[in-house]
């Protein structure tokens, strides 16, 4: 599950901090064996696995993309080479479905499905890839209406990632809803690193090239500069590299909680 900003260039910073384990991207292998053709098209909601809802009614997936695992032999894979073409892949496709990369900076998240074993052995190569949004618990919350291009206007802020503790000093910073009390809050403008084929970067490179572009995102959030604000970003860490998880996520970290949002505060005082 994903764990989950420095007013100015001269702010204050905070190291990084890895996420561990698998961020998003949750995979499930269904038992059913459909061909290509009966799965749910681009754009159509589903409740659970496969089946398909109104978009207006409560739903837990969006479907993204279908798209096909290529390279593969007849053998069924390793979980871990589908994932590392699954998610890499789907992640890309969530990111142009909803307008931007900044997903890693809200709730929403990719999550890939492909074949059974059984489907595997009768030719099927696909790979479902939907958009999910997850609760603080880390599970699929059911909502309504669709999020096709919900990150290119001002959608951001119905999905942003808060955090009830700090996300440059504790392990899990406990991801909360923004509209209760929390301490930081991630801000749009993700820092893509590289290719999942590249190197991992080391924590002193990532730390390096974030500084700069963290501070510089939480001063177009924030609007001022402060002393109460400063930034931290977290990473995913080279387990998640390989699967497309290559971006820096930048937070605006206040030194109290609050309840209310840091978007625009300006000088104005920190919410109570």
Not at 25 to 41: C, K, N, Q
């Amino acid at each position: 599950m994903i764990g989950l900003l420095a007013l100015s260039l001269a702010s204050t910073t905070a190291c990084t901090s890895q996420v561990s384990g698998s961020p998003d991207g949750e995979v499930v292998r269904p038992s059913l064996t459909p061909a290509a053709t009966d799965l749910p098209r681009a754009g159509q909601c589903t409740d659970g696995a496969l089946a398909v809802v109104d978009c207006a009614k409560p739903h837990e997936g969006e479907t993204v993309d279908i798209g096909q695992f290529t390279g593969m032999g007849a053998d069924y894979p390793s979980e871990r080479d589908l994932r590392r073409q699954g998610v890499a892949g789907c992640r890309q496709a969530v990111a142009g479905y909803l307008g931007s990369p900044d997903h890693d900076a809200t709730r929403l998240q990719a999550h890939v499905l492909w074949p059974s074993r059984d489907g595997w052995a009768m030719g099927h190569r696909w790979r479902l890839c939907s958009v999910v949004e997850l609760g603080p618990d880390g599970q699929r919350r059911k909502r309504t209406g669709a999020l096709r291009d919900l990150l290119k206007g001002a959608g951001f802020g119905q999905v942003q990632l808060c955090a009830q503790g700090s996300p440059s000093k504790d392990a899990d910073p406990k991801v909360t809803l923004c509209d209760g009390p929390h301490l930081a809050e991630a801000v749009p403008g993700v820092l893509d690193l590289g290719e999942p084929g590249d190197p991992a970067p080391s924590r002193e490179q990532v730390d390096e090239k974030a500084k700069d572009h963290c501070a510089t995102a939480v001063a177009g959030y924030v609007g001022a500069q402060r002393s109460d604000v400063a930034a931290s970003w977290r990473s995913f860490g080279s387990q998640a590299w390989s699967e497309g998880f290559t971006a820096v996520v930048c937070y605006a970290e206040a030194t109290r909680p609050f309840t209310g949002r840091l978007w625009g505060l300006g000088t104005n005082p920190l919410p109570a």
